[in-house]
């Protein structure tokens, strides 16, 4: 399967301050979605892009899709940003389904 | 439009018995996914189905199985439940392998 390494692991901000999230992984693929797990465990949609750059307010991420990697920048924190981002990877091939690979997440910390 | 539900939310078994997770896509998505999450595990692919055909299983024993109906809403069970069971089961849904994947808030398993 496709290996996806996030980093770092943990990181621990500033309110007000900017970040970086990091995502590479081992092989070609169809589809890559960020996430935001909420404390009560439901992940919610930050961006699909399997390429490209992509800008939602404060968040906005890019796809280096030849290099395989992607990024997730986060400006103006704020404590409402803590949480486990996860980077998901597929290779979405239609005749065979669909699998998800997984990082295994970076934990942020916003302290006001 | 309504997002994907699953039910039950929380769910406490113990060893030896079984139990029946279900998952209710977004309105005309036909692509449904099952993932587990623990803290040791992280988030792991359990299967996919898309028009009511399992097309792609992840790697966990035969005693977890699924089915999707024809109103595309899934169910999975898992049978002789072990304490290594207990895990956050999540469902996502999507129109298609390629396309973006929604998840639901999960089913939190408790196996005592």
């Known amino acids: 399967g496709i290996q996806v390494e996030q980093s770092p692991p943990d990181l621990i901000l500033q309110e007000g301050a900017n970040s970086t999230l990091r995502c590479n992984f081992s092989?070609?693929?169809?589809?890559l979605q960020w996430f935001h797990q909420n404390p009560w465990g439901q992940l919610i949609n930050l961006f699909y892009?399997?390429?490209g750059t992509k800008q939602n307010g404060r968040l906005s991420a890019t796809t280096v899709a030849t290099e395989r990697y992607s990024l997730l920048y986060i400006s103006s924190s704020q404590t409402t940003d803590s949480g486990v981002y996860f980077c998901?990877?597929?290779?979405?091939?239609?005749?065979?389904?669909?699998?998800?690979?997984f990082g295994t997440g970076t934990s942020l910390t916003v302290i006001p | 439009k309504a997002g994907v539900t699953q039910t039950p939310r929380y769910l406490i078994k113990t060893r030896g018995q079984q139990v029946t997770l279900s998952c209710s896509p977004i309105?005309?998505?036909?692509?449904v996914s099952w993932y587990q999450q623990t803290p040791g595990q992280g988030l792991q692919f359990l299967f996919e189905?898309?028009?009511?055909?399992?097309?792609n299983k992840g790697n966990f024993p035969g005693r977890f199985s699924g089915r999707q109906f024809s109103n595309s809403r899934s169910e999975m069970n898992v049978s002789t439940l072990e304490l290594g069971d207990s895990a956050l089961y999540l469902c996502?849904?999507?129109?298609?392998?390629?396309?973006?994947?929604?998840f639901g808030p999960g089913t939190r398993l408790t196996v005592l």
């Open positions: 996502a849904s999507s129109l298609d392998p390629n396309n973006e994947q929604f």
């Open positions: 189905y898309f028009s009511e055909t399992q097309r």
């Open positions: 998901a990877v597929g290779e979405g091939i239609s005749n065979t389904g669909n699998q998800f690979y």
């Open positions: 092989d070609s693929v169809n589809n």
């Open positions: 892009i399997p390429s």
């Open positions: 309105s005309g998505h036909r692509s």
